[in-house]
């Protein structure tokens, strides 16, 4: 079991890290314009919770993550290994099996058995609206390059595997009969379509060990094929993903949330000018192309407020995996609590992850954290949902966020002394969000302050309501 305090730490990051250095991701300073003026985007700003859900044939083995559990790196991602950096054949040996669960190649082959057979986006959906979700984003292609959705470019999708059912479709449908924003994510990396023409070894165990072989999809030593041959595929590789993203772009109606992963710096793939021009609507994230409407903070949260609009994404389960994995465990949901109130405190969507299993249900872990999540969100989701930070001007020594005519302060576990915030104005109200039971507190020069001791209940977070 993977220590929850290294996962969610260093470990962690360095993973994260791995991942974006292998995809290229672009890094753009943040930007002060984020954000869209187009009347069907001005939602996103305050939404408030997202639902990611990595979900694709990864689950039928159920002990590695989407995608990123195929490449080898055994011990290697952190340290170096040999003497003075050069490698020993043991050591060799060891990067190429120890430590690791599963091939490219077989990996690849469990398209044949990712049968969906019991996938009903609408029971994911109802459980997600009933627990205060206002957008959710699935994995239509993610780097292995399955394709949830019958492409008719290439050869690995579900116009193969699954007799052409299309799970985008059912699972768009879903969002719409839920009230519920479409968020598709797709990236242009591709590792079954580039199979012959890249390597499977980890980043991050490369960079550290340079004297690393090169390693095919059966983890055997190989050489890069020569620079015209990775260009011509470059060339290639780009018809066929501008193919896939039109088909998701112009087949499902309108798209809401489009959340790419993967580099196309200059927009080789799709530039997203013409995106716009298919979905006006839709609100883009900056990881494709280096700019859009809002950035990503992914697992680590930000260190200082992002300017414009932003989402903080992390995993709800244990494991250092966003898919589904056969030994899952959730974080408990008052530790997911305290992170969606931290990002709304910063005026942040925080988008949650769940990986569904291979037939295409919720772990049961999910369901009852997504339980717990709604009997929280039954009395407090009117101070987390489309809210924003306090305006300028006014200031807490607590969490806090702002709704229409009323502000929002967060007694967390732990906190002991007297809660304030100030520059408001006198206060008609103050309550227990979710009740009429009433607070005590004191009111002087546009300064109120409760006392956090009188309202305490032991690991509880407590809501407060002021109605201004």
Aim: overall charge negative.
């Amino acid at each position: 079991m993977i220590d929850k305090r290294k996962w969610f730490g260093t470990e962690m990051q360095l993973e994260v890290e791995g991942q974006h250095n292998s995809l290229i991701l672009p890094h753009p300073e943040i930007r002060d314009d984020l954000g869209s003026e187009h009347p069907d985007a001005l939602w996103f700003r305050n939404a408030g919770l997202g639902l990611f859900l990595h979900w694709g044939i990864s689950a039928v083995d159920g002990r590695i993550d989407i995608s990123w559990g195929m490449l080898s790196y055994g011990e290697y991602v952190s340290k170096k290994k040999g003497d003075g950096g050069n490698l020993t054949k043991e050591d060799e040996g060891t990067v190429l099996s120890a430590d690791f669960k599963l091939k490219p190649s077989r990996y690849f082959a469990l398209a044949r058995d990712f049968k969906a057979e019991k996938y009903n986006p609408g029971e994911w959906l109802k459980m997600a609206k009933k627990a205060g979700f206002q957008y959710a984003v699935l994995t239509a292609k993610h780097c292995d390059g399955f394709m949830l959705w019958p492409s008719e470019y290439g050869d690995y999708s579900t116009k193969m595997y699954l007799g052409g059912r299309d799970l985008v479709k059912e699972f768009v449908d879903a969002c719409r009969a839920n009230d519920i924003k479409v968020g598709i994510y797709f990236t242009p990396t591709d590792w079954y379509l580039n199979q012959n023409h890249m390597s499977f070894m980890h980043y991050m165990a490369r960079r550290n060990n340079p004297n690393l072989p090169e390693v095919d999809a059966d983890f055997i030593p190989m050489k890069m094929p020569p620079e015209s041959e990775m260009e011509r595929q470059k060339k290639f590789h780009g018809i066929m993903h501008r193919g896939q993203l039109h088909e998701l772009l112009s087949n499902y109606g309108k798209i809401d949330v489009l959340w790419f992963d993967g580099g196309s710096l200059k927009g080789e793939v799709y530039p997203l000018e013409d995106i716009y021009k298919l979905q006006p609507g839709a609100v883009v994230t900056t990881r494709m192309h280096g700019y859009g409407d809002f950035k990503n903070c992914e697992v680590k949260f930000a260190d200082q407020k992002p300017a414009g609009w932003w989402e903080y994404c992390t995993i709800w389960s244990k494991r250092q995996a966003w898919a589904y994995t056969n030994d899952t465990q959730y974080r408990p949901t008052n530790e997911i609590i305290t992170e969606l109130i931290k990002t709304r405190n910063w005026g942040g969507n925080y988008l949650l992850n769940i990986g569904p299993m291979a037939s295409g249900e919720f772990p049961p872990a999910a369901v009852a954290g997504l339980k717990e999540l709604s009997d929280w969100m039954e009395k407090n989701g009117e101070s987390v949902l489309n809210t924003e930070a306090l305006p300028d001007g006014e200031k807490s020594n607590v969490y806090a966020t702002a709704g229409k005519g009323s502000r929002y302060l967060f007694i967390m576990p732990g906190f002991e002394g007297i809660a304030s915030l100030s520059g408001i104005s006198v206060p008609r109200s103050v309550v227990i969000a979710g009740s009429d039971d009433p607070v005590g507190y004191g009111f002087e020069q546009g300064k109120i302050s409760i006392d956090a001791r009188e309202i305490k209940k032991a690991n509880e977070i407590i809501t407060i309501k002021i109605c201004l």
